[in-house]
């Protein structure tokens, strides 16, 4: 009967596949000035849930992605190859059964360094104190994780909110924690709210303990933060947000890491059917070129690795 159910559930792959190609939901666009749309990956039913339909990182020469279903305690952990977009490992359920029994339902956007994979855990109940767990390259739980607990910063925390979304004490991330960024050369790891984020907050990369907060400069507070990476001295942020041109441009965002300046990196527009749900990002240097890879999910059966160059 299992083998059945496999062979069955393969036919559906490669029909709803043929689907997305053919109805449209999936070839977003083919770049813009700022950025070169070298590869797309696709992936669907089953494989979606392997293929970055939250977050996406890199060493270098592995994507590891990760995917969750909330409210049913269902979460994936994967690694792929870069250049093929090939599943090579999977770590189905990874959330571990001792934070599941806690109500730990949802892993957003992933970070790497040093060899270790720093994974933002959501709890069904948004007050509660967020994790970051940690897992090897092997996708397997090393046994570390900290609570992203910290103390409030004068009066002006939360201010952007309204009064009744506002964090109690210690509890910055009263919505969730959607992403985290690992900054292996500077010892940091960084987080935000989803919604109303006006800063950044930053944790030493070996203790996870909170060090302070990095005020976002220049913008107002920002919503629907999916995903974050490092590269250089900047922050790069994903943000699932209409434009001033609608609701079929996504943002990238970067913040400085000295300053808190943020500024619009670039926008991408979207021509699917459907609107569209941008979630991790990871940015990297290969062959003396900056790449960046965003994983995009159409809302119906598939998700997407987008990989542009960075034209300089």
């Given at each position: 009967?299992?083998?059945?159910?496999?062979?069955?559930?393969?036919?559906?792959?490669?029909?709803?596949?043929?689907?997305?190609?053919?109805?449209?939901?999936?070839?977003?666009?083919?770049?813009?000035?700022?950025?070169?749309?070298?590869?797309?990956?696709?992936?669907?039913?089953?494989?979606?849930?392997?293929?970055?339909?939250?977050?996406?990182?890199?060493?270098?020469?592995?994507?590891?992605?990760?995917?969750?279903?909330?409210?049913?305690?269902?979460?994936?952990?994967?690694?792929?190859?870069?250049?093929?977009?090939?599943?090579?490992?999977?770590?189905?359920?990874?959330?571990?059964?001792?934070?599941?029994?806690?109500?730990?339902?949802?892993?957003?956007?992933?970070?790497?360094?040093?060899?270790?994979?720093?994974?933002?855990?959501?709890?069904?109940?948004?007050?509660?104190?967020?994790?970051?767990?940690?897992?090897?390259?092997?996708?397997?739980?090393?046994?570390?994780?900290a609570y992203m607990r910290g103390y409030v910063i004068g009066e002006e925390q939360g201010a952007s909110l309204p009064e009744n979304e506002r964090p109690e004490e210690g509890q910055f991330l009263c919505d969730g924690i959607p992403w985290c960024a690992a900054d292996e050369a500077n010892g940091r790891l960084y987080c935000s709210r989803y919604k109303g984020a006006d800063r950044i907050y930053v944790y030493d990369l070996e203790t996870l303990t909170h060090l302070y907060d990095l005020p976002l400069v220049g913008t107002?507070?920002?919503?629907?933060?999916?995903?974050?990476?490092?590269?250089?001295?900047?922050?790069?942020?994903?943000?699932?947000?209409?434009?001033?041109?609608?609701?079929?441009?996504?943002?990238?965002?970067?913040?400085?890491?000295?300053?808190?300046?943020?500024?619009?990196?670039?926008?991408?527009?979207?021509?699917?059917?459907?609107?569209?749900?941008?979630?991790?990002?990871?940015?990297?240097?290969?062959?003396?070129?900056?790449?960046?890879?965003?994983?995009?999910?159409?809302?119906?059966?598939?998700?997407?690795?987008?990989?542009?160059?960075?034209?300089?």
């Open positions: 009967m299992v083998a059945i159910l496999k062979q069955v559930l393969a036919i559906l792959n490669v029909i709803f596949y043929i689907f997305t190609f053919v109805i449209g939901f999936g070839e977003v666009h083919t770049g813009t000035e700022e950025l070169e749309l070298v590869s797309t990956q696709k992936y669907v039913l089953e494989d979606a849930l392997s293929g970055g339909s939250q977050g996406v990182t890199t060493d270098g020469e592995y994507y590891y992605t990760s995917a969750s279903i909330a409210n049913m305690y269902f979460s994936v952990l994967s690694k792929l190859d870069m250049q093929t977009g090939e599943i090579l490992k999977k770590n189905v359920n990874a959330i571990p059964q001792e934070f599941r029994a806690l109500h730990y339902d949802h892993i957003g956007d992933i970070g790497y360094a040093d060899g270790k994979l720093y994974c933002s855990l959501e709890n069904l109940d948004d007050n509660a104190d967020h994790l970051v767990v940690v897992f090897d390259t092997d996708l397997n739980y090393t046994g570390q994780y107002e507070p920002l919503d629907r933060l999916q995903g974050g990476d490092v590269f250089g001295n900047y922050l790069y942020l994903n943000v699932d947000h209409a434009d001033a041109e609608g609701a079929k441009n996504k943002i990238v965002g970067r913040v400085d890491l000295e300053t808190g300046e943020y500024e619009q990196a670039f926008v991408r527009p979207i021509f699917g059917y459907t609107e569209w749900e941008s979630e991790g990002l990871t940015v990297f240097e290969k062959d003396g070129e900056t790449y960046i890879t965003i994983g995009d999910y159409d809302r119906t059966v598939a998700c997407y690795l987008h990989t542009y160059r960075i034209v300089k």
